[in-house]
């Protein structure tokens, strides 16, 4: 099966991932953490991966396109896959040619998420370079323009399953399986 989760930055895709990876034992990947492993090089495409991760825009829909569809080339993902955080645009959902079965929208409000990675930060000692308030309310004015047309795409496809992602973590988890039987 494959399934794509949407949510702004805090919606708790990643836990939700993490969850379904082990429930379903389908392959999770993030396109977040693709990218930051990437930010981590020295060569030039990685120094510029980092500026625009670290100022909290996208990067560009092309080289996300086929970076993403490489991965996905991968034996692992040919079963199926729950992708985190692609695709976040309308160019990209146009130029991603690998059929999807879900979308699961993780709703929770901007003060929340907001909330919920100052929390993040304060507690964890692995704090994100790019999680600065700036690059974090970035993040959430591009989810709004450019991510919501996505969420409307895949609802007139009829494959949006659209969850409140403010509730418990557990029952966020089993109304997912619910839903996307
Ligand atoms: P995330 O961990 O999903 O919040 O992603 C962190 C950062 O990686 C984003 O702010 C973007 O700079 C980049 N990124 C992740 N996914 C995408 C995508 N689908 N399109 C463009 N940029 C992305």
Redesign the pocket.
């Given at each position: 099966m494959k399934i794509i989760l949407i949510g702004i930055?805090g919606s708790g895709?990643s836990t939700q991932g993490n969850l379904l990876r082990d429930k379903l034992n389908t392959p999770y990947l993030?396109?977040?953490?693709i990218?930051?492993e990437m930010a981590k090089e020295k060569a030039p495409l990685g120094r510029y991966i980092k500026e625009?991760?670290n100022a909290?825009?996208?990067?560009?829909?092309e080289k996300?396109v086929e970076i993403?569809s490489e991965y996905l080339k991968k034996p692992e993902y040919e079963r199926g896959y729950i992708l985190?955080?692609?695709?976040?645009?309308i160019e990209?959902v146009k130029k991603f040619e690998n059929g999807v079965d879900k979308v699961v929208y993780l709703e929770v409000s901007d003060k929340e998420a907001l909330w919920r990675l100052s929390y993040r930060n304060g507690e964890d000692s692995e704090t994100r370079q790019?999680e600065t308030l700036t690059?974090i309310r970035k993040?959430i004015e591009l989810f709004h323009r450019l991510t919501e047309p996505v969420l409307d795409f895949y609802k007139k496809k009829g494959i949006l399953v659209e969850i409140n992602g403010e509730k418990a973590i557990e029952d966020i988890h089993k109304e997912i399986l619910e839903k996307i039987k």
């Open positions: 930055q895709k993030s396109t977040g953490h990218f930051r625009i991760m909290g825009f996208l990067i560009p829909d996300t993403v985190d955080g692609f695709p976040r645009t990209q790019d690059a993040r």
